[in-house]
């Protein structure tokens, strides 16, 4: 399991996106983590949504 660097603070605030059929709230607080190449990185993101079939997350 990775560690999530401690002091990290909120750089952004919840985003809404229009998927088609509803609205889907992301929120991810943690824009960028960067570690060495044999390191692991987590960032979080929650997401609300009525139906998670009906929406698609593109992570890259």
Do not use: F
């Not at 660097?5 to 991810?28: A, C, H, I």
């Not at 692991?40 to 079939?53: G, L």
């Amino acid at each position: 399991m990775c560690s999530v660097p401690s002091g990290t603070k909120q750089e952004t605030g919840p985003v809404l996106r229009d998927v088609g059929l509803g609205w889907m709230k992301m929120e991810q607080h943690t824009t960028s983590i960067s570690r060495a190449r044999d390191e692991c990185a987590h960032i979080s993101c929650k997401v609300t949504i009525e139906d998670i079939n009906k929406g698609a997350i593109y992570w890259y």
